[in-house]
């Protein structure tokens, strides 16, 4: 059925976690005609579209890891920088460069009854034929942008937090951030000591808990890293009744222990003095 190799050849799309969690896999499976098609000029997915001020991941790192590369965080929650250079390092342990075409997107499918193989079409008009196509192209990835009346006439800088202009230097500024979902709670306290005044605008209050994120030494990040040693505890400050009952005061920000995605509860009762807090 898959020719003389009578191994399928596999196309993956995407080189986040997922795409390159997948690639290893069909390795370590004995499945080596695999191609990893990425859009991007870099791997990462998330972890290389995401480089705002103070972006890292909001559950603990050690649980945050791929099961076959062992890494000894240095964060409880790990910034975008060290998860970045972990999937870069992931790439070289495995042997997958080679493997892997940055900066080419796949722009169409086909799959072909009679042969039992997809066409894919590639940017810069290239088709590529597999007999498994695996899709790790994430959903988070496509930043969406306002279309507010007027808002072209805006003559400073404006952007999107998934696509962060470097070049820019908020020291001094006036700045505005439209949203209050993770990331908003992570830009806000970064910037917050640099710019001049900081106007945060949301539809809606979210609520946050203060997740315990903290440097580790290497002692404590090696014995993290040890599976056995995963129980959440307070190094990961994910538990919620263990927040609760801590009656631990907020650092004053709203910026710490959101969960991506997570819905408020109903209850909007909070201050500012309580470990669950209402922004
Ligand atoms: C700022 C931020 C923080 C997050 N924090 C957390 C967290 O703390 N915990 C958690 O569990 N999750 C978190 N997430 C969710 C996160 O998206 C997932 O955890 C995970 O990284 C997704 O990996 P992925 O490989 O599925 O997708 P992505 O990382 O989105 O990777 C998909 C890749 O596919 C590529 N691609 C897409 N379409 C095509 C195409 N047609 N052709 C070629 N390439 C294509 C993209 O360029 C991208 O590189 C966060 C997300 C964001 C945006």
Not at 79 to 97: I, N, R, S
Not at 234 to 248: K, M, P
Request: hydrophobic share 35%.
């Amino acid at each position: 059925m898959f020719g003389k190799s009578k191994s399928p050849t596999v196309a993956i799309i995407g080189a986040g976690f997922g795409g390159l969690s997948a690639a290893i896999t069909l390795q370590n499976a004995g499945i080596q005609d695999f191609t990893l098609f990425e859009a991007s000029t870099r791997v990462g997915g998330t972890w290389w579209d995401n480089q705002y001020p103070g972006c890292e991941v909001d559950v603990p790192s050690h649980m945050y890891s791929f099961p076959f590369k062992r890494h000894d965080w240095t964060r409880t929650h790990a910034k975008q920088a060290e998860l970045h250079a972990y999937l870069e390092e992931t790439v070289v342990d495995y042997g997958l460069a080679p493997k892997i075409r940055l900066g080419v997107p796949v722009e169409r499918a086909v799959w072909d009854e009679s042969t039992h193989a997809w066409t894919l079409s590639l940017g810069h008009g290239e088709t590529f034929v597999c007999h498994i196509l695996i899709s790790a192209v994430g959903f988070l990835n496509v930043p969406q942008y306002p279309s507010w009346p007027g808002l072209e006439l805006f003559e400073g800088p404006k952007f999107h937090t998934a696509r962060w202009e470097h070049q820019h230097d908020l020291a001094g500024r006036t700045v505005a951030i439209v949203g209050t979902g993770s990331s908003a709670t992570q830009i806000v306290p970064t910037i917050a000591p640099i710019v001049k005044h900081l106007h945060l605008f949301q539809r809606e209050p979210g609520w946050v808990l203060p997740k315990g994120d903290h440097d580790l030494t290497p002692r404590r990040a090696q014995e993290m890293a040890q599976p056995a040693a995963l129980p959440l505890g307070a190094d990961q400050g994910l538990l919620v009744d263990r927040a609760r009952s801590s009656g631990a005061a907020t650092s004053g920000s709203p910026a710490r222990g959101s969960t991506r995605s997570a819905r408020p509860p109903p209850s909007p009762t909070s201050t500012r003095s309580s470990p669950i807090v209402r922004i």
